[in-house]
């Protein structure tokens, strides 16, 4: 059986782009089911995506993370601190900050006790839990991924480079997570046992006219296809976040997100949703880019969750800006972008299941 050793791989992303085959399929209905751990523990039969929850080994406990418990548990609530790291940082003040927001609670930043039992209740998640990879999980295929763009376009789609890679978009984290959870050495494959953020299963949706494998797009990142919906949403470049609000503009989610630089400032204002693309293919025009090479041509590239957009695209009616995905969910937050607003590809597929077109986009500084 083939086993895969903890690998760890980045890639580049890019923005002000034009993105077809928009699906405006799948908007789910409002309202979203809360999740605990024995319904995350379920497991779908005949689904490639859901893992078996492993009980510890006898006479074992699972290692504690007061700051992973939280994390797990604001990603569950749609207050998300990007990547699932078990560190404190900005992307966690903010994450709590939101979540106290929402629920009426002073608005500190800090994981204090109101907040604590708040947000994880009577029935508190883990922090992490062994699962066993399922066989089709496992299989792949995986892709070498070249930086440039006209070398991309020749490949069939943009998919994971390796299974660690794979494992880590699933379980909301990154690589390196892995590696602390678990060691350098260990060996990943159909059947392994591998020590992973409390991300539960969720089935692949069926969704009238998905001609792109959304379903299974939602389910490869355990994002539910149910949703709350948004009334407008507001980016806010000061704090480094994308607010979701329902019509009582109460706030509903809340996201990290990159947003803008010098060459391409976020274009403050007020804008709107035109539609989105799942799974799009990514129409890559060199003219748009300020630091394109002189060489590049224009080319199309496959979908895929390593593509320049990640899995999706959610049009804005400022031409050529959007709300996407990308294929470095680490550096959400920490680096600058072509003038778009790049999310983790799971936050990403999340609010892609909470707008449509019309939704109001406010961006403020």
């Known amino acids: 059986m083939k086993t895969h050793l ?5 890639l580049c992303t890019a923005c002000n782009v034009v993105v077809t085959d928009a699906n405006e399929s799948g908007t789910a209905p409002s309202g979203q089911k809360a999740e605990g751990a024995q319904d995350t523990a379920a497991r779908t039969a005949g689904d490639p995506y859901a893992f078996t929850i492993v009980p510890e080994p006898a006479g074992s406990q699972p290692p504690q993370n007061a700051i992973l418990q939280a994390q797990v548990a604001l990603d569950r609530a749609g207050f998300s601190p990007g990547v699932l790291d078990g560190k404190e940082g900005m992307s966690f003040t903010a994450a709590l900050t939101g979540f106290q927001q929402a629920k009426g609670l002073p608005e500190t930043g800090k994981f204090d006790e109101a907040t604590a039992k708040a947000l994880l209740g009577d029935r508190p998640p883990p ?28 490949l069939p789609m943009l998919g994971y480079r390796n299974l660690i890679e794979k494992l880590a ?37 069926t969704i009238e006219g998905d001609e ?12 539910a296809k149910d949703q709350p919906q948004a009334d407008h949403i507001v980016v806010d470049k000061s704090d480094g976040v994308l607010r979701v609000f329902d019509a009582q503009n109460a ?35 060199p003219d748009l880019f300020w630091d394109a090479d002189a060489n590049d041509e224009k080319a199309v590239l496959k979908p895929g969750p390593n593509g320049p957009v990640g899995v999706v695209w959610i049009d804005l009616s400022k031409p050529h800006y959007g709300i996407h995905g990308t294929p470095e969910p680490q550096t959400i937050g920490r680096t600058e972008s072509h003038g778009c607003i790049r ?13 449509k077109s019309g939704v109001k986009a406010v961006f403020q500084a």
């Open 6 to 10: 903890l690998i760890l791989t980045l």
């Open 127 to 154: 922090a992490t839990w062994l699962v066993t990879i399922p066989e089709d999980f496992a299989r792949g295929p995986y892709s070498t991924i070249p930086k440039d763009y006209g070398e991309q376009a020749k």
């Open 212 to 223: 792109r494998g959304w379903g299974s797009t939602l389910a490869s990142l355990a994002v």
């Open 343 to 355: 999310l983790t590809n799971w936050d990403a597929a999340r609010l892609a299941q909470m707008v």
């Open 251 to 285: 706030l509903i989610a809340q996201f990290p997100a990159t947003m803008g630089s010098e060459h391409d400032p976020l274009p403050i204002g007020t804008w709107e949703i035109k539609g989105v693309s799942r799974n799009p293919d990514f129409h890559y025009n």
């Open 169 to 205: 978009e699933r379980f909301h984290t990154k690589p390196e997570v892995l590696v602390a959870l678990n060691s350098p050495d260990t060996k990943l494959g159909a059947g392994a046992t591998v020590r992973v953020p409390a991300v539960g299963n969720q089935p692949v949706a």
